[in-house]
């Protein structure tokens, strides 16, 4: 392999290898293992600026989503009250050029100090665990499973220059301007109108290029009544020819 050939393969790496240490915190678990981890939706950010909108050119596919069950939970008198319920959930990560599996998993049901618990969280933190998982295979902060976030001169490195950076990035508008979508009422109009005339809605949406009426903007809702009405007049016209 040239040289060149190996720089446009690390291109993406070298790109997110190194998270903002802002967008980090250390973390320790029972057995006194500690680590640090680094906030999911920072990179989704980083994503999106590879790539645009999760969703488009990349995104996420579960393939598998289970609850296993785990060891036994014993009470105060060693009986079996229960037993652990671990939820474990397989995904795809969609990219450019090719897709990347990852594998989360979170304890739903257990024991801690304080008694049996049941966490109504663990779907989601499953598919977070997953998502970041695959997202380290394809470099996204990859120097701290390298294990160079062990090291502290290197981390406030870092951090100086990702201080440095944002001293030349304009911070974002307090109050970004809202894009206005169709309202309930409007939707439901939509709706109906379409309904009457046998226009699918599917037909909508792809128009605008969206997935659901939620997100078509208030601004394309006069267009659409009026190519429905029309198509009504049409429709009422034919029949009475």
Do not use: C
């Given at each position: 392999?040239?040289?060149?050939?190996t720089q446009n393969n690390m291109t993406l790496w070298d790109s997110v290898r190194t998270p903002d240490p802002s967008a980090t915190k250390s973390f320790s678990r029972s057995g006194g293992f500690k680590g640090t981890a680094t906030?999911?939706?920072?990179?989704?950010?980083?994503?999106?600026?590879?790539?645009?909108?999760?969703?488009?050119?990349?995104?996420?596919?579960?393939?598998?989503?289970?609850?296993?069950?785990?060891?036994?939970?014993?009470?105060?008198?060693?009986?079996?009250?229960?037993?652990?319920?671990?939820?474990?959930?397989?995904?795809?990560?969609?990219?450019?050029?090719?897709?990347?599996?990852?594998?989360?998993?979170?304890?739903?049901?257990?024991?801690?100090?304080?008694?049996?618990?049941?966490?109504?969280?663990?779907?989601?933190?499953?598919?977070?665990?997953?998502?970041?998982?695959?997202?380290?295979?394809?470099?996204?902060?990859?120097?701290?499973?390298?294990?160079?976030?062990?090291?502290?001169?290197?981390?406030?490195?870092?951090?100086?220059?990702?201080?440095?950076?944002?001293?030349?990035?304009?911070?974002?508008?307090?109050?970004?301007?809202?894009?206005?979508?169709?309202?309930?009422?409007?939707?439901?109009?939509?709706?109906?109108?379409?309904?009457?005339?046998?226009?699918?809605?599917?037909?909508?949406?792809?128009?605008?290029?969206?997935?659901?009426?939620?997100?078509?903007?208030?601004?394309?809702?006069?267009?659409?009544?009026?190519?429905?009405?029309?198509?009504?007049?049409?429709?009422?016209?034919?029949?009475?020819?």
């Amino acid at each position: 392999m040239t040289e060149q050939a190996t720089q446009n393969n690390m291109t993406l790496w070298d790109s997110v290898r190194t998270p903002d240490p802002s967008a980090t915190k250390s973390f320790s678990r029972s057995g006194g293992f500690k680590g640090t981890a680094t906030n999911a939706v920072y990179l989704i950010q980083r994503a999106t600026e590879m790539w645009g909108p999760m969703g488009g050119k990349w995104g996420v596919d579960i393939v598998e989503d289970h609850v296993f069950q785990g060891a036994p939970m014993l009470g105060d008198a060693g009986q079996v009250i229960g037993h652990e319920q671990l939820h474990v959930i397989r995904i795809n990560l969609r990219h450019p050029d090719g897709v990347v599996p990852g594998y989360g998993q979170t304890m739903m049901v257990g024991k801690n100090k304080w008694g049996p618990f049941t966490d109504e969280e663990a779907p989601k933190k499953s598919l977070t665990d997953a998502l970041t998982k695959a997202m380290s295979w394809l470099g996204f902060a990859a120097d701290i499973h390298l294990g160079l976030w062990d090291d502290n001169k290197y981390v406030n490195e870092a951090k100086k220059a990702f201080d440095e950076a944002k001293k030349d990035t304009p911070p974002p508008p307090a109050n970004p301007p809202q894009v206005e979508l169709l309202t309930p009422e409007e939707i439901a109009n939509v709706t109906a109108l379409a309904n009457e005339v046998g226009k699918p809605i599917e037909d909508i949406t792809k128009a605008y290029k969206v997935g659901s009426l939620n997100f078509i903007k208030r601004s394309a809702y006069a267009p659409i009544i009026k190519n429905l009405t029309k198509l009504k007049t049409e429709t009422t016209e034919g029949a009475q020819q």
